[in-house]
């Protein structure tokens, strides 16, 4: 079940990932569009010495009281080897919460009469999309909270990104299967949103990248948000591994599930 938030923080805070070797004998970079007020003057301290010690590369952080930006700025690095600075249009991954973005799209398409969340998946997809034969009992409900049956896939990544797409849709069509009744019970699946990322780009007619920035990025101004970015690409922060080595992979195979920036 997908609960409501009861509770919003008021620092909204992306970061780039993963512990780094000790490079504290460099000044941390920060670049503020809007200089913290006094009274977050702790909070700012606490962020550089994060960054100091190693722990993480680089924050962005903007913190609003009503509608005004009291506090806008980045502090770090966005690539270490580079020397290159984080600032506050700098982008981040978002890894999972690119799944609230791909239901807020599906949402918006139910809103628009093009699906329905108790849709079947093949009245959109065809029965083939997945190799089983409960494959027609799979709602469109069901991808959204995690119930469908379809287990999860991790850490699943690719250089090509034009062969990205494909091979998300043979795994499903020649291996993909249900591992329990759809609505049975909850399982956590990266699978489950490329699905509903295809049913997306069936109802919406479009890529998936197309269909969200037209139902959702334009319409509430997200200018800078996409699902079509890269670690390290132009803009975007590049992430590390548990050692502390830059990450090289251009794009997660399910932009709909985990590769949000």
């Known amino acids: 079940m997908i609960r ?9 805070a992306a970061a780039t990932l993963f512990v780094l070797p000790a490079f504290a004998q460099i000044p941390v970079p920060s670049n503020a569009a809007v200089k913290a007020p006094s009274e977050y003057a702790k ?3 606490g962020l550089f010495e994060q960054v100091t010690d190693s722990k993480i590369p680089s924050f962005s952080v903007a913190v609003i009281r009503g509608r005004e930006i009291i506090w806008e700025e980045a502090i770090g690095w966005a690539d270490r080897e580079k020397k290159l600075g984080a600032t506050p249009n ?6 999972s919460v690119s799944k609230s973005i791909t239901a807020s799209t599906a949402l ?3 809103a ?3 699906l329905k969340l108790s849709d079947s998946v093949t009245r959109h997809l065809g029965k083939t999309w997945i190799n089983d034969p409960s494959a027609g009992k799979v709602l469109v409900s069901q991808l959204l ?13 690719f250089q090509d990104l034009d062969r990205a797409g494909s091979v ?12 329990a009744e759809p609505g049975s019970r909850f399982t956590y699946t990266n699978l489950g949103y490329d699905v509903i990322a295809k049913v997306i780009e069936k109802a919406g007619r479009g890529s998936f990248q ?24 132009d803009g975007a922060a590049r992430g590390y591994d548990g050692d502390g080595k830059p990450l090289n992979f251009a794009l997660r195979l399910e932009p709909d599930g985990g590769a949000g920036f």
């Open 108 to 110: 918006a398409l139910q």
């Open 43 to 45: 909070v700012s301290e």
């Open 112 to 114: 628009q009469g093009k």
């Open 145 to 157: 909270d995690h119930t469908s049956g379809i287990p999860h896939l991790f850490q699943y990544q």
């Open 168 to 179: 998300r849709n043979e795994l499903m069509r020649d291996h993909g299967f249900l591992t």
């Open 210 to 233: 197309d269909v969200v920035s037209r139902t959702l990025f334009k319409p509430i101004g997200m200018s800078q948000t996409t699902l079509n970015a890269w670690v390290g690409g």
């Open 4 to 12: 409501p938030l009861t509770r919003v923080a008021p620092i909204v």
């Open 90 to 95: 700098t982008l981040y991954g978002v890894a």
